[in-house]
T-cell receptor, first 113, second 112 residues
Framework: EAQVTQNPRYLITVTGKKLTVTCSQN?????MSWYRQDPGLGLRQIYY???????DKGDVPEGYKVSRKEKRNFPLILESPSPNQTSLYFC????????????FGNGTRLTVT | AQSVTQPDIHITVSEGASLELRCNYS??????LFWYVQSPGQGLQLLLK??????LVQGIKGFEAEFKRSQSSFNLRKPSVHWSDAAEYFC??????????FGTGTKLQVIP
């Protein structure tokens, strides 16, 4: 089954403790992206990747890192999480064509205390 | 810069009634436009998309949307809403290089 898999689904951590949210897709998609969803703000793009070893900042990249060492994986790294990063995070992928839709994971709800 | 506006934060309709969710985009050229639906606890699922051709596009679950260049709009419609349609709906546009911009979403409540 074609899917985008994120782990974990829920994560509670403390300020400053490094964490990684994993994302993997099995559709051989070139494009992958991370979004955060906050009430009233919709989805905002954090980082995206057009292909292996090619990443770029989205609209809200501060406090986040990503890597794309393999085509299927696109982890999101918070090296020193802060409470304002408490949010619902989504990973998405697509074939990379302009009109190709995004396929989303089921989300990771992160709470930073 | 492209932007997407969904003016309605929350809409309530009766089951069986018709539905229209509004979306306005701002972009120099014709963008690629999408509607996604998010059920509680789930990721977003594509309902339909528009990139050229017929301005009325059909999607899954009985939804359709009409692209109107003169109004910079891409409104989502359904003739008869079912209780299972209760969800949050997002309009999105892509202007290139897969830079997808989302609206802030419209929450749909369906009452019996």
């Amino acid at each position: 089954e074609a899917q985008v898999t994120q782990n974990p689904r829920y994560l509670i951590t403390v300020t400053g403790k490094k964490l990684t949210v994993t994302c993997s897709q099995n559709m051989n998609h070139e494009y992958m992206s991370w979004y955060r969803q906050d009430p009233g703000l919709g989805l905002r793009q954090i980082y995206y990747s057009m292909n292996v070893e090619v990443t770029d900042k989205g609209d809200v990249p501060e406090g986040y890192k990503v890597s794309r060492k393999e085509k299927r994986n696109f982890p999101l790294i918070l090296e020193s999480p802060s409470p304002n990063q408490t949010s619902l995070y989504f990973c998405a992928s697509s074939s990379g064509q302009y009109n190709s839709p995004l396929h989303f994971g089921n989300g990771t709800r992160l709470t930073v205390t | 810069a492209q932007s997407v506006t969904q003016p309605d934060i929350h809409i309530t309709v009766s089951e069986g009634a018709s539905l229209e969710l509004r979306c306005n985009y701002s972009y120099g050229a014709t963008p690629y436009l999408f509607w996604y639906v998010q059920s509680p606890g789930q990721g977003l699922q594509l309902l339909l998309k528009y990139f050229s051709g017929d301005t009325l596009v059909q999607g899954i679950k009985g939804f359709e949307a009409e692209f109107k260049r003169s109004q910079s709009s891409f409104n989502l419609r359904k003739p008869s809403v079912h209780w299972s349609d209760a969800a949050e709906y997002f309009c999105a546009s892509s202007g290139g290089y897969q830079k997808v911009t989302f609206g802030t979403g419209t929450k749909l409540q369906v009452i019996p």
